[in-house]
C-alpha cells in the first residue's frame, strides 16, 4: 500500500470512527432519557399505591361510598348514623356552598326556609340551625361545587391541613349536653375510611407495565446497537493501527532513501 493510498485510508478510517463515536453518544443519551421515563414510570406507580380516598359509610346501604364535603355537611346526603359534621378551614370559617352562603345572610328564618322545606322538617331544622350558628361564630368560606363533590379534593386538603373536620359529639360541651369537637378524619371515626382506589390502582398499573415493556425493548436495541458499534469500533482501531504501521514503515523507508 502506497503512502498516499495510506493516508487516504487512515482518513477514511477516522472519519468512520468519528461516526460510531458520535452515534453511540447519541444511543447513550437516548438510555439517559430512556432511564428517566423509567424513574417517572416507577414514581407515578409507587404515587398510585400511596394514592387513597376518604370513604364514608351510608345507613342506608351500610356501604362505604367516596366522602365529599358535600356529602359530609348536607342533610341526609348519606344519612351517616345521624352524625353532623363541619368542614373548616385554618381559620376555624366554616366550608360551605355558594348557595348556603347566599341564604345566610337573609337571617335565620330565611335560611331554615331555604333548607329545611315546607312545612318544615324537624331534623333539618335542628341540622341547619347548626349550621347558621356555626357560621354565625366562625364565618364561612366558599368553595366551588365542583370541589364540594370532589372525592380528591376533600382528601387533599384534609391531608395538607387545609381543613378540619369537627363533628357532633353528644358527651361533649361546657353542660355535657353535646358539642361540635374537631376529629382525626383518618382515625377519630368509625364510619370514616381512608381506602386506596382500586380503579385508579389498576388503570396506573396497566399503564405502568406497558411503558417499561416498551422501555425494556427500546433499551435491548440500543444495547445490540452498542454491541454492534463496539465490535465495529474495535475492528477499525486496529485497522487504524495497522495503516499506521504501514506509514511509518512507508515514512522510514523515505528517509533512508533520502540519506543514501
Do not use: C
Not at 2 to 11: I, P
Not at 116 to 130: F, I, R
Not at 177 to 195: N, P
Amino acid at each position: 500500500m502506497g503512502m498516499s493510498a495510506s493516508q487516504s485510508r487512515l482518513l477514511s478510517l477516522t472519519a468512520r470512527l468519528s461516526d460510531l463515536e458520535l452515534s453511540a453518544q447519541n444511543i447513550s443519551n437516548s438510555k439517559i432519557r430512556l432511564a428517566d421515563q423509567s424513574e417517572q414510570a416507577s414514581k407515578a406507580y409507587l404515587d398510585a399505591l400511596d394514592k387513597e380516598k376518604l370513604t364514608v359509610i351510608s345507613s342506608d346501604t351500610l356501604q362505604y361510598i367516596d366522602a365529599t364535603a358535600h356529602n359530609l355537611t348536607t342533610y341526609n346526603a348519606v344519612s351517616t348514623l345521624d352524625k353532623q359534621r363541619f368542614l373548616k378551614d385554618f381559620s376555624g370559617r366554616v366550608v360551605v356552598g355558594q348557595n348556603v352562603a347566599s341564604a345566610y345572610g337573609g337571617g335565620l328564618s330565611s335560611f331554615l326556609a331555604t333548607f329545611a322545606g315546607t312545612p318544615p322538617d324537624a331534623g333539618a331544622v335542628a341540622y341547619y340551625t347548626n349550621v347558621y350558628n356555626e357560621i354565625a361564630a366562625g364565618g364561612y368560606n366558599v368553595a366551588s361545587n365542583s370541589n364540594l363533590n370532589d372525592t380528591e379534593w376533600l382528601y387533599q386538603q384534609l391531608k395538607s391541613g387545609n381543613i378540619f373536620l369537627s363533628e357532633w359529639d353528644s358527651t361533649s360541651g361546657p353542660d355535657g349536653a353535646g358539642d361540635f369537637i374537631d376529629v382525626s378524619w383518618t382515625s377519630g371515626d368509625a364510619t370514616l375510611q381512608t381506602k386506596s382506589d382500586p380503579i385508579v390502582l389498576a388503570k396506573t398499573q396497566a399503564q405502568y407495565e406497558v411503558t417499561m415493556a416498551s422501555i425494556q425493548s427500546k433499551d435491548k436495541r440500543f444495547d445490540m446497537e452498542l454491541q454492534t458499534i463496539n465490535t465495529e469500533h474495535s475492528a477499525i482501531q486496529t485497522e487504524i493501527d495497522s495503516v499506521k504501521k504501514v506509514i511509518d514503515k512507508n515514512i522510514q523507508r523515505s528517509f533512508k532513501s533520502f540519506d543514501a
